[in-house]
């Protein structure tokens, strides 16, 4: 299959075009390096001329109240271009309970990104995953200082990027599901938990101190980040991940 992965220099994109790449398929990376801005629509019609499937894995550049205005223009313009071009099947990458956090700006966003592709002309799909390895340090960052790292106890499931993009390759293969697949880590950790097994793996000696109303995910209700019975679990733990 000719497969456009939009967003396909980032993070779980590249690693998206290698798996597909090597799993035979021709395979188009997307970005505006290549010519192709998602949020103008410029060059995006001749780069999907022909394309059986389009992954969209571009993310808004804020988490604020601009991030819905980025999903509804990007979306627009993706959808207008894969029905032009007769795409039979459009992936997007979303959050395991995003509908469940309408706190923050940045999830209502998703959610938005997600009810565009629902209602909109192509066949879908929806891969949620619950949050990266990769991204711990950045939330830990949020909260701290020189001497303690401030963290609410919400349970989180993480999981590598790698995992994430092996979940988006095997959809964007696959037929549409016209729904959702959730994917998730091995182990549920309280965020503060995740973040203590972070520092000590890196020999950090700062404390980390429970602060339910700490960072952005304090805003997060009970349990509704972590995969459900109908989660896909990923294969790497967090101290492998950190071992590598």
Known sequence: MKIAVIGGTGLIGSQVVRLLTTGGHDVLPLSPSTGVDLLT????PEALAGADVVVNLTNSPTFDEASPAFFRTTMENMLSAAASAGVGHAVILSIVGVDQVPELDYY??????????????????????????????????????????RLPATPVQPMAAADVARAVADVAAG??????????????????????????????????????????????????????????????TFLDWLSR
Not at 195 to 216: F, I, N, W, Y
């Open 108 to 149: 209502r966003a998703k959610v938005l990104q997600e009810d565009l592709l629902r209602t909109g002309p192509v066949p879908y799909s929806i891969v949620r995953a619950t949050q990266f390895f990769e991204f711990v340090d950045a939330i830990l960052s949020w909260t701290s200082d020189e001497n303690t790292v």
């Open 175 to 236: 037929a549409p599901l016209n729904g959702v697949r959730n994917v998730a880590g091995p182990q549920v950790f309280g965020l503060d938990e995740l973040g203590r097994v972070a520092l000590s793996a890196r020999g950090d000696r700062r404390a980390v101190v429970t602060d339910p109303s700490a960072g952005m995910f304090a805003a997060v209700p009970g349990d509704v980040l972590i995969g459900r019975d109908d989660a896909v679990l990923a294969g790497t």
């Open 41 to 44: 629509g410029s060059g995006l």
